[in-house]
């Protein structure tokens, strides 16, 4: 299927809904305009999250794992996860459908949306791809061919303008898997970045941001590479590597999504969200063949949270980011994994960092569209590192500053 030409907008990180029919959709379902999270949760999961304790952070969430296939999948990004929820629900017949991304033919990292109906063909799924991925404008083709029952697995900027539209589009039955985000940026975009992470950018076939502070890098020859966070070349990437959109988000753990499967509280296995009964039912499908356990908790994430602040605050005002010495970088590198935040306060950390990368580039860039783009929540997040809104800030023009 050829898709048609995406409508060009601000702050759009084209999930496919401006190639649809009917592009003025992106109105109603854009995250990016004015996201009501409240009424969306209350909406999927039946209640809205409960701001004391970890849903504050990531949303409703009826229990939390850690896990792992017990035999992992040839070419899974973890273990198979992700791609085993959905294929279980086409071979139970819960599904006619899965709505995914696949690479593209000429360009392994490039994503392309696809409909498998086969659970076999799951397979294409497994692996990771970067860059913006128009997956809903797959929908209508779906529609087309009289699929009633579907699953979707997609980031959270796609994930909200499905729930967005999901009434209208009266599909029998929907099944949403969701990933955090990772900062997403354009595909060639992707391509300058792991560059300048080896001589051999075109023999990669792996890159994962892992909890253990390190990046892996996979060869086609069967090679490995780790490399510490502190030595990646983030200061010499142009300013808008990342489009203002994916440094603005305020969705990073997906939380319209039945289930959620991603790294950050994993500790090296996969973190898994429960949210709502769906989402049960999916996780229920694979026993026998997933290994649960309890998630961890270690360290403490306020130094390293303030520490980003800083450093952000100078990047949202067009300076440039402070270079780590050389000679501290190892001993920074060999500090992190032993001493920094691991589990859930890893996963704390990066909800907080992304709270307060939100309000920065915002302040600097779109002040304006604050009130309506930043859901009460994220305030309560970046409250304790001093991020309160001015009147001019929240949509119901109460000032916190005081």
């Not at 900027?157 to 009434?167: F, G, V």
């Not at 694979?286 to 306020?302: A, D, N």
């Amino acid at each position: 299927m050829t898709l048609r030409e995406a409508v060009p907008r601000s702050l759009c990180t084209d999930c496919g809904v401006s190639r649809m029919t009917d592009p003025s959709a992106c109105g109603i379902a854009c995250q990016f305009i004015k996201p009501d999270y409240p009424s969306m949760e209350e909406t999927v999961h039946g209640r809205t999250r409960d701001v004391i304790g970890d849903e504050l952070f990531f949303g409703p969430v009826t229990s939390m794992h850690r896990a792992r296939m017990a035999q992992p999948a040839t070419g899974a990004q973890w273990t198979g996860i992700t791609t085993g929820l959905a294929a279980d629900l086409l071979v139970r017949g819960k599904v006619d459908a899965v709505l995914t991304m696949v690479p593209d033919v000429k360009d392994r990292w490039r994503p392309v949306p696809a409909l498998i109906t086969d659970p076999n063909d799951m397979v294409r799924a497994r692996g990771m791809r970067m860059g913006y991925a128009p997956l809903l404008a797959l929908l209508e083709e779906a529609q087309n061919r009289r699929f009633a029952r579907l699953a979707v697995i997609g980031i959270p900027c796609q994930i909200y303008a499905l729930r967005r539209l999901e009434q209208q589009l009266g599909f029998e039955r929907l099944y949403v898997i969701g990933t955090p985000c990772s900062d997403n940026t354009t595909t060639e975009n992707f391509h300058e970045f792991i560059a300048l992470l080896d001589d051999d950018p075109d023999r990669i076939s792996y890159l994962e941001f892992r909890a253990d502070y390190r990046v892996e890098l996979r060869f086609d020859d069967g090679r490995t590479k780790l490399i510490p966070f502190l030595k990646l070349p983030i200061s010499d990437l142009r300013p808008d590597f990342f489009p203002l959109t994916c440094r603005t988000c305020v969705d990073y753990t997906n939380v319209l999504s039945d289930i959620t499967v991603g790294y950050m509280a994993g500790e090296g296995d996969q973190w898994l969200l429960v949210r709502n009964a769906r989402g049960a039912e999916m996780l229920a499908g694979l026993e026998g063949r997933i290994e649960l356990t309890e998630v961890g908790s270690k360290g403490k994430r306020t130094g390293a949270v303030k520490g980003f602040i800083a450093n952000t605050a100078r990047a949202a005002g067009g300076l440039p980011l402070r270079r780590m010495p050389n000679w501290v970088r190892p001993i920074v590198s060999w500090l992190q994994p032993h001493t920094g935040p691991q589990g859930l306060e890893f996963a704390r950390t990066r909800v907080e960092m992304k709270a307060a990368e939100t309000i920065l580039h915002l302040r600097h860039s779109l002040p304006a569209k604050m009130k309506n783009m930043i859901p009460d929540h994220v305030w309560h997040i970046a409250r304790p590192y001093g991020l309160l809104p001015t009147k001019s800030e929240r949509k119901d023009g109460s000032d916190d500053t005081t």
